[in-house]
């Protein structure tokens, strides 16, 4: 494909384009999840506690939390084609850094790295948004997200096998192989992109508090859509560990396996952007967060079964689904031309809440094994029932 030359807002993306960034999002967030099914052999290889290795999700996810509240927003201000190219040389490296790594201190660091540069997928959601015609925008975003959720949900299909068979660290070497493969790809059909704010970096971090008071409506559809992907990742980063007991007795592999159910999922819930503009954010976001609590109730209820497993994973990503595209499209479409800002308001919060779910999780499963999973994730998601309560009621 070659090379769009000049975009117009609302005037339409090539659908090949589009493509090719729904691939590349899927590539890029992978690396954010690659380690959830190999945190056992990470932790048996380098001789780490199981605390001590659940932390490294939680280092990857603040990372890209502020990757996402310093980085997104230059995508407003500088060419986008650079700021991706910057991001996938740091990730190139920062993915090495892991393959290579011996303590917990390099872990952690490599880890946190790689969170801060793997925001290139919030960078191409607003460029879609803000190029694509009007009536294609929540299609061509949802498939955008699509590839966003198969690379998350992939990525443990991907881990599980490639580490039970030639070890954890050759995920990371293939990961940076594949970075290295979009970087060109990027290159040669990213198109300029004539920014949209004038002004210093500061200036700009400044205005995204003032579109935050501007728009109140985007706390409202971030913090609720946060806490369900808190709710989603606290599931996963805790699954390594309870398909290791009774009755399964499963290695990285059968983990990873499930990914393909979560897949299933999210390819279930990819049209639901058509659903937005019919039924509005509000019923299509109801709708996802129940589906969240009935998944958390399932595998509650039936924890020593497959089937109740397996179940619950393709619910959750159902809904987690509805959630990210119903919140994430109306966030941006408060303020178009500032739509990388709008972004960073949505994706800082959805993954300082995914940060917070992977600790609570973690640390419920410490104390109280997979019922504590299963208490950390209803409470999440109840609690994003109960924000949205309270800002309907005040009117935001």
């Known amino acids: 494909m070659q090379k769009v030359d000049c975009l117009k807002p609302n005037e339409g993306i090539p659908s090949a384009l589009v493509a090719l960034l729904a691939v590349?999002?899927?590539?890029?967030?992978?690396?954010?999840?690659?380690?959830?099914?190999?945190?056992?052999?990470?932790?048996?290889d380098i001789g780490l506690t199981e605390f001590?290795?659940?932390?490294?999700?939680?280092?990857t996810q603040?990372?890209?939390?502020?990757?996402?509240?310093?980085?997104?927003?230059?995508?407003d201000l500088y060419n986008r084609r650079t700021t991706i190219l910057t991001c996938f040389g740091a990730l190139f490296f920062s993915l090495l850094t892991i393959a290579f790594s011996s303590n917990v201190m390099l872990l952690l660091v490599s880890s946190f790295v790689t969170g801060v540069f793997s925001v290139a997928p919030?960078?191409?959601?607003?460029?879609?948004?803000?190029?694509?015609?009007?009536?294609?925008?929540?299609?061509?975003?949802?498939?955008?997200?699509?590839?966003?959720?198969?690379?998350?949900?992939?990525?443990?299909?991907?881990?599980?096998?490639?580490?039970?068979?030639?070890?954890?660290?050759?995920?990371?070497?293939?990961?940076?192989?594949?970075?290295?493969?979009?970087?060109?790809?990027?290159?040669?059909?990213?198109?300029?992109?004539?920014?949209?704010?004038?002004?210093?970096?500061?200036?700009?971090?400044?205005?995204?508090?003032?579109?935050?008071?501007?728009?109140?409506?985007?706390?409202?559809?971030?913090?609720?859509?946060?806490?369900?992907?808190?709710?989603?990742?606290?599931?996963?980063?805790c699954m390594?560990?309870?398909?290791?007991e009774a009755p399964f007795f499963q290695g990285s592999d059968v983990v990873g396996l499930l990914g393909l159910c979560g897949i299933a999922g999210a390819l279930t819930a990819s049209n639901a952007g058509k659903y937005i503009s019919r039924y509005g954010v509000e019923k299509v976001n109801a709708w996802g967060v129940t589906f969240v609590v009935l998944?958390?109730?399932?595998?509650?209820?039936?924890?020593?079964?497959?089937?109740?497993?397996?179940?619950?994973?393709?619910?959750?990503d159902i809904g987690m689904q509805c959630v990210q595209l119903g919140n994430q499209?109306?966030?941006?479409?408060?303020?178009?031309?500032?739509?990388?800002?709008?972004?960073?308001?949505?994706?800082?919060?959805?993954?300082?809440g995914g940060s917070f779910?992977?600790?609570?999780?973690?640390?419920?499963?410490?104390?109280?094994?997979?019922?504590?999973?299963?208490?950390a994730g209803l409470s999440l998601a109840f609690a994003s029932i109960v924000f949205t309560l309270i800002r309907r009621l005040n009117n935001k």
């Not at 001590?52 to 280092?59: A, E, G, R, S």
């Not at 939390?65 to 995508?75: H, K, N, Q, R």
């Not at 390594?240 to 290791?244: D, S, T, W, Y």
């Not at 079964?305 to 393709?314: K, L, S, T």
Request: charged fraction near 10%.
């Open 24 to 44: 590349m999002a899927g590539v890029s967030v992978a690396n954010l999840y690659y380690c959830q099914p190999l945190l056992n052999l990470i932790r048996e």
């Open 52 to 59: 001590q290795v659940n932390l490294m999700p939680v280092f």
């Open 62 to 75: 603040i990372g890209y939390a502020l990757g996402l509240l310093f980085i997104i927003p230059m995508g």
């Open 122 to 237: 919030q960078i191409f959601i607003p460029f879609v948004s803000q190029f694509s015609r009007v009536e294609e925008k929540e299609r061509k975003v949802g498939l955008i997200l699509s590839g966003l959720l198969v690379g998350i949900l992939g990525s443990r299909v991907a881990s599980g096998y490639v580490g039970d068979i030639f070890g954890w660290r050759a995920m990371y070497e293939i990961a940076a192989g594949l970075i290295a493969i979009s970087a060109m790809i990027v290159l040669k059909t990213f198109p300029y992109v004539e920014p949209t704010f004038n002004g210093r970096f500061v200036k700009l971090m400044s205005s995204i508090f003032q579109l935050v008071k501007e728009n109140p409506k985007a706390i409202t559809y971030s913090v609720r859509s946060g806490l369900i992907f808190g709710s989603l990742l606290g599931m996963w980063v």
């Open 240 to 244: 390594a560990f309870r398909m290791k």
């Open 295 to 316: 998944a958390w109730i399932i595998m509650g209820l039936f924890q020593n079964y497959y089937v109740g497993i397996i179940a619950g994973v393709i619910i959750i």
């Open 329 to 352: 499209s109306a966030t941006m479409k408060l303020c178009p031309q500032a739509s990388s800002r709008m972004n960073t308001i949505f994706m800082v919060t959805f993954f300082f």
């Open 357 to 375: 779910g992977t600790f609570l999780a973690g640390t419920m499963w410490s104390k109280f094994g997979w019922y504590g999973t299963v208490a």
